[in-house]
């Protein structure tokens, strides 16, 4: 006799429960009771963990393979970069970001795409079949063979969303989103801890239990990350991260989990009328349109997983009003940016302790990859000394603790695709040969920061009063030393 009914335990020490209760009993620790279905069998009462019906047999591991399954392409090319190629049938996808930023437009125009290869069930907790139509017919699914592969399920019970599935098969199940799932054995509302992992849990099942597709949309939280246990993202094959500037039309697709694939590679879109686009010439995306060269403002050539991006790294440096001086970074590690700080005013004399600092990426990307320090580095003096790096110049290199400027990867591929959009030169880490490539770039090796800022700026750093500049340099060397009283 297998009993299907719902628990609260604890997911700190398993003890289990009738009823919610703030504190453990057992453990006493606050808030960790979370409500979840156990099937009970007769005399068994500690089964909870294991579903009727599923058998597994071990197998050798030389076991010839089934061949590996197709991937099914989405229709957006950027998104099958991140993927990896397309989605693997029986996966499970989470694509999560802030309310707004498009994911419910993005797993829609996915559907389309799939549609072609053995028809969709989309699920929608959160809109009307209505609202699914209207969207639909903005992105070029009104009508059409793709629009009648797609069915429209406007439920919250996930059981409905298998029943469905398995009665008619489809390729892919999108579930608009997991949040407002729920599930009829649990009591708890949609959203809570306990709905969210036992209606996740079920997809699963449905996935590779029946080797269907299944995208799940997920909310994120204030803080970034996707609402809802844990557990969520351990559970799913991919974790799909969409995102972008406020207001722009810019929107970034990253995987930051992903069993088919990497988790280096970025998909640029572009929101417009019509739904997502692919962008014509992602490697330009990131560079600011403006005329002539500005203060504070740098090319950096970076590498996004295969895909060589050259990105403007904008700096603002003024001096500090009363206080701690502000440090703002947007698409830069605050660390980083911290660090950065500390090594321009110890290593490379560009004293900054006594300025609010902002420093940011154009296009509302994000980047962590080390090739950007030089460019951060070099856009925060060109900013104190307000004066201009020529703009035909990138940046590439990592910046040390010493002061130093260390290889990083691929750096031919960063110079072509500079010198495709237009670029002249080059300052890169030392150990690469200066002198001209064939694709007519001007490569400069420093060793150091300092080195790289007299290559840039003219100058080098702040060694004492310049001819010409006194006014300005006295500046400098006041910041200098009110710098290394801060961190001194
Ligand atoms: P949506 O996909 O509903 O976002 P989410 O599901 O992540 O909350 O879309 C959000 C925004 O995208 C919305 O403000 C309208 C805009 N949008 C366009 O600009 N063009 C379009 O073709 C569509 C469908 C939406
Ligand atoms: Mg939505």
């Not at 969207?135 to 793709?146: C, E, F, K, M, Y």
């Not at 992992?197 to 699963?204: D, H, P, Q, V």
């Not at 001086?325 to 004293?351: E, H, K, N, Q, Y």
């Not at 130093?404 to 591929?413: F, K, N, S, Y």
Request: charged letters at 20%.
């Amino acid at each position: 006799m297998v009993r299907a009914q719902s628990r609260f335990i604890c997911q700190a020490c398993g003890a289990e429960f009738l009823r919610w209760e703030g504190q453990c009993r057992t453990c006493a620790a606050w808030n960790t009771l979370v409500e979840t279905v156990v099937i009970a069998r007769a005399g068994d009462r500690r089964s909870g963990a294991r579903r009727p019906g599923v058998t597994a047999e071990p197998v050798p591991l030389s076991a010839p393979s089934e061949a590996p399954a197709r991937r099914i392409p989405t229709g957006l090319r950027e998104l099958d970069r991140v993927l990896g190629g397309g989605i693997v049938p029986g996966s499970l996808l989470l694509i999560g970001g802030e309310p707004g930023v498009g994911k419910s437009t993005l797993v829609l125009q996915v559907a389309g795409g799939v549609a072609a290869f053995g028809g969709v069930l989309y699920a929608t907790g959160e809109e009307s079949a209505a609202q699914i139509r209207l969207r639909a017919a903005r992105v070029g699914l009104g009508a059409g063979p793709a629009a009648d592969a797609i069915s429209v399920l406007a439920t919250s019970e996930v059981g409905a969303i298998t029943e469905a599935a398995r009665a008619h098969p489809p390729a892919l199940v999108v579930v608009d989103s997991i949040q407002t799932m729920t599930v009829d054995e649990l009591d708890g509302p949609a959203g809570s801890v306990g709905q969210v992992r036992e209606s996740a849990l079920r997809l699963m099942e449905l996935a590779k239990g029946d080797g269907i597709a299944v995208v799940l949309v997920g909310h994120v939280t204030k803080d970034g990350s996707i609402a809802g246990p844990r557990t969520l993202e351990h559970l799913v094959d991919a974790v799909i991260e969409v995102g972008g500037e406020r207001g722009g039309v810019m929107r970034l697709v990253r995987a930051s989990k992903n069993r088919f694939g990497s988790t280096d590679e970025l998909g640029v879109l572009e929101m417009g009328e019509g739904g997502l686009t692919e962008v014509a010439d992602p490697g330009r995306a990131f560079l600011a349109e403006h005329d002539g060269a500005a203060p504070g403002s740098v090319v950096a050539a970076t590498l996004e997983g295969s895909r060589p991006l050259l990105i403007e790294v904008q700096a603002l440096v003024a001096p500090a009003g009363y206080g701690t001086p502000a440090r703002r970074a947007s698409g830069i590690d605050p660390t980083r940016l911290a660090l950065l700080l500390a090594v321009l005013g110890r290593r490379a004399g560009v004293g900054l302790g006594a300025h609010d600092v902002y420093a940011n990426l154009a296009g509302g990307l994000t980047v962590a990859e080390p090739g950007l320090d030089l460019a951060v580095a070099l856009a925060l003096a060109s900013s104190l000394r307000d004066r201009p790096i020529d703009r035909h110049t990138v940046a590439i290199g990592e910046v040390g603790l010493l002061g130093e400027l260390r290889p990083v990867a691929g750096v031919d591929r960063r110079l072509r695709e500079a010198a495709r959009l237009g670029f002249t030169r080059a300052i890169v880490p030392a150990g690469r040969q200066g002198g001209t490539t064939d694709d007519g770039i001007d490569v400069v090796p420093a060793g150091s920061l300092r080195d790289a800022l007299a290559a840039a700026l003219g100058s080098s750093g702040g060694r004492g009063p310049r001819d010409g500049d006194p006014g300005f340099e006295s500046v400098v060397q006041a910041t200098i030393e009110s710098g290394t009283r801060v961190l001194g």
